[in-house]
């Protein structure tokens, strides 16, 4: 049983020009994660969900200035972004980064290893990957491309999915997972997360815009997010809510 717990979380980040001062993102977060569980947050664009999650990762832009979070107690924010993965941490970015001249099979290893704390073994692994690609509908080819690089928008989604899979992590934070993904693909990466939940009792932070995935990964808790923190807490309803009425309601009583 995990529990990653964020409290008062207040997040700054660094303006492109280092001289500007930081903006203030995050203004007071508290929300608690715990395995098996589905947290969806919701909310306007802008409003500092990716900025939560990147300050879970432990983005080096991302500056905490108040609260905390931490993982079975242990804090996370004194951790640096590797401990965190082998802590149990993992996130799926809203905008994966390409790494040319790293294959994706190799990267996959060298984070497998990372996160397992040993190498896994050769012929094992290349069936677990194997086993892996083939039930997100990946093409074997992939593993010989450079990470991201010219992957379609629905590509990089599937392979943050196979991280997922092949990683393990106790709670993973998926930032717009969904977002550009055809109908097909949609299905087959809400069965990967559904597998990784049902296999891991993992807890899942969900980001997104849209009630279509959460048909296939059913929320326990849905979180509206606005200007930086949560303005309200519901079940799966409340995404009905929002879908029905937009976020007008809860602007106008943050504004
Ligand atoms: N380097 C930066 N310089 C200036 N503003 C920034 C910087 N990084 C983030 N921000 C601002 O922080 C705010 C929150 O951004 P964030 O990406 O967390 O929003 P979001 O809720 O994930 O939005 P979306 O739904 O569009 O993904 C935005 O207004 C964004 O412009
Ligand atoms: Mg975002």
Do not use: C
Not at 37 to 61: D, F, Q, R, V, W
């Amino acid at each position: 049983m995990t529990t990653l717990e964020i409290r008062d979380l207040h997040v700054n980040v660094a303006q492109t020009d280092a001289d500007a001062e930081p903006i203030n993102i995050l203004k007071g977060v508290d929300l608690t994660v715990r395995s098996g569980e589905t947290h969806a947050i919701m909310g306007p664009n802008g409003s500092g969900k990716s900025t939560l999650s990147y300050a879970i990762a432990g983005h080096p832009k991302y500056e905490v200035t108040q609260g905390s979070i931490t993982l079975d107690g242990e804090d996370v924010l004194e951790m640096s972004v590797d401990e965190r993965a082998r802590a149990g941490l993992f996130l799926a970015m809203q905008y994966p980064v390409e790494v040319p001249g790293v294959s994706m099979s190799n990267f996959l290893r060298t984070a497998a290893t990372a996160v397992r704390g040993e190498a896994p073994k050769l012929r094992t692994w290349v069936k677990e990957v194997k086993e892996a690609m083939g039930d997100l509908g990946i093409d074997p080819a992939f593993g010989e491309r450079s990470v991201n690089e010219g992957f379609s928008g629905g590509e990089k989604k599937r392979h943050e999915i196979l991280q997922l899979d092949l990683l393990k992590p106790k709670i993973a934070v998926l930032d717009e997972t969904d977002s550009g993904l055809d109908v097909d693909a949609l299905r087959v990466v809400s069965e990967g997360v559904n597998r990784y939940k049902a296999e891991e009792d993992g807890g899942i932070l969900l980001i997104t815009h849209y009630t279509r995935i959460l048909k296939y990964i059913q929320p326990d808790y849905v979180h509206v997010f606005i200007n930086g923190r949560i303005a309200e807490s519901g079940g799966a309803e409340l995404a009905d809510e929002l879908e029905a009425g937009g976020y007008d309601r809860f602007t106008k009583a943050s504004a």
